[in-house]
């Protein structure tokens, strides 16, 4: 397993930007497949999106296409998330997560490694 480390989060109006930042402490950063998922008050966990250890493809949950960006810095160990036009319905506890698994990836179950959140709180 990875140990990640989330920064970014904060209080945001409706229709601000948030970047969301994931450091991981590994050598073999570049092996992973990297994602977000979030956690609402009172609602399950979902996946947000993911990105393979390239950063060639990207994958997102259908309801934050062309909202949400994934990228990654392999020489930084680090993923981002870059989150436009923000709603109050995007206020949760965002998780970086990572997997050796081949991509793509998008259940829970398949991320071995979980950082322990970064709270993203949207105000209308």
């Known amino acids: 397993q990875v140990q990640l480390v989330e920064s970014g989060g904060g209080l945001v109006q409706a229709g601000g930007s948030l970047r969301l930042s994931c450091a991981a402490s590994?050598?073999?950063?570049?092996?992973?497949?990297m994602g977000w998922f979030r956690q609402a008050p009172g609602k399950e966990r979902e996946f947000v999106a993911s990105?393979?250890?390239?950063?060639?493809?990207?994958y997102y949950a259908d309801s934050l296409k062309g909202r949400f960006t994934i990228s990654r810095d392999n020489a930084k160990n680090t993923v981002y998330l870059q989150m436009n036009s923000l709603k109050p319905e995007d206020t949760a506890v965002y998780y970086c997560?990572?997997?050796?698994?081949?991509?793509?990836?998008?259940?829970?179950?398949?991320?071995?490694?979980w950082g322990q959140g970064t709270q993203v709180t949207v105000s209308s």
């Open positions: 997560v990572a997997t050796l698994l081949p991509s793509p990836r998008h259940l829970r179950s398949d991320f071995a490694s």
């Open positions: 590994t050598r073999t950063f570049s092996s992973y497949q």
């Open positions: 990105i393979t250890w390239s950063g060639n493809r990207t």
